[in-house]
Structure formats: structure tokens, C-alpha cells
């Protein structure tokens, strides 16, 4: 009879703790101040081979000694392959030789966060941007610049995209 007592018990509280776990998930979809991070439409034009000949050319135009067009090549680099540490690092570099330190900072705000994300799985740095772009994590005063919004947007499809197997 004790037995019995005891399995009842542990049904009663797995039922009870599946019951909490659903009011309380039915609760906070409820919430109309609730603010959901639904995911963007996914945009699929990321070419890993795209951020290989960019970076090539970036890497020539910064030999030759024209920033400008080296920056513009490393910028195509991240956007098509966002997590190209190569592109980011060089991006900075470049934006350092020319006096940029906003443009440096922005660089290396991605160089830090890639480094990161490469080693998580990509829903976690999916949501990692996510959380970023809409407030829910620590931000500094880069959560200001809209440059860095939008490529924080473009990281979180990114590994949106990667995460679902291409």
C-alpha cells in the first residue's frame, strides 16, 4: 500500500508540474506587453565562396595602398560570409591605417562577437543577435549605431540559415 501512495504522489507532481509549466507558457503568450522574437524572413544570399574572392581583392586593393576600396571589398566579405574573422580582422586594420576609429570599432565590435559565436551552436548565436538587436541583452553604446543593428540582424539570419542544415 505504501508503494502505491508513493507512485500516486509522484504522478500527482509531474501532472502539477506539467500543469504550472503550461499555464505558465499560455500566461506569457497571453501577455500583450510581451515583445516576441519572431524571426525575420530569412535571406539566403550568403556565399562563403562570394567572402573568399572578396576578401582576395580587399587584400589587393590594401597592398596597393587604397583603403577605400579595400573596405568596401572586406565590408562584401562579411556581408556575404558574416563570420569571415579574416575579413573582420583586415577590416579593422584597414579602418585603423585610415584614421577611422568608428568604422575600427564597428570591425571589432563583429571580430569579438564571431569569435564567440563560432563556437556555439548556431540557434544559440542566432538567438545570442536576436537578443541584441530587440533589447533583451546587455548592450553598450553600440546598441546605438545602426550599422552594427543591422549587421547584428544580418548575424541572427546567418545562423538562422546555417542552423537549418543550408
Known amino acids: 500500500m505504501?508503494?502505491?501512495?508513493?507512485?500516486?504522489g509522484v504522478v500527482n507532481t509531474a501532472t502539477g508540474a506539467l500543469a504550472l509549466a503550461a499555464v505558465l507558457?499560455?500566461?506569457?503568450?497571453?501577455?500583450?506587453?510581451?515583445?516576441?522574437?519572431?524571426?525575420?524572413?530569412?535571406?539566403?544570399?550568403?556565399?562563403?565562396?562570394?567572402a573568399r574572392s572578396e576578401l582576395h581583392a580587399g587584400r589587393s586593393a590594401f597592398a596597393a595602398g587604397n583603403e577605400t576600396a579595400a573596405a568596401t571589398h572586406f565590408e562584401a566579405a562579411v556581408k556575404a560570409w558574416p563570420p569571415n574573422k579574416p575579413a573582420w580582422k583586415e577590416l579593422a586594420e584597414t579602418y585603423q591605417k585610415s584614421g577611422s576609429q568608428t568604422?575600427?570599432?564597428y570591425a571589432l565590435f563583429f571580430l569579438d562577437r564571431v569569435d564567440w559565436a563560432e563556437r556555439q551552436h548556431n540557434f544559440t548565436s542566432a538567438m545570442a543577435f536576436d537578443l541584441f538587436?530587440?533589447?533583451?541583452?546587455?548592450r553598450t553604446e553600440a546598441a546605438h549605431n545602426p550599422r552594427i543593428m543591422d549587421m547584428a540582424r544580418r548575424m541572427a539570419e546567418f545562423y538562422r540559415w546555417r542552423g537549418h542544415g543550408r
Do not use: W, Y
Open 2 to 8: 505504501h508503494g502505491r501512495k508513493i507512485a500516486a
Open 103 to 105: 568604422d575600427m570599432q
Open 133 to 138: 538587436v530587440h533589447g533583451k541583452a546587455p
Open 25 to 50: 507558457i499560455l500566461a506569457a503568450c497571453a501577455d500583450p506587453n510581451r515583445q516576441a522574437l519572431a524571426p525575420q524572413p530569412v535571406q539566403v544570399d550568403f556565399s562563403e565562396d562570394t
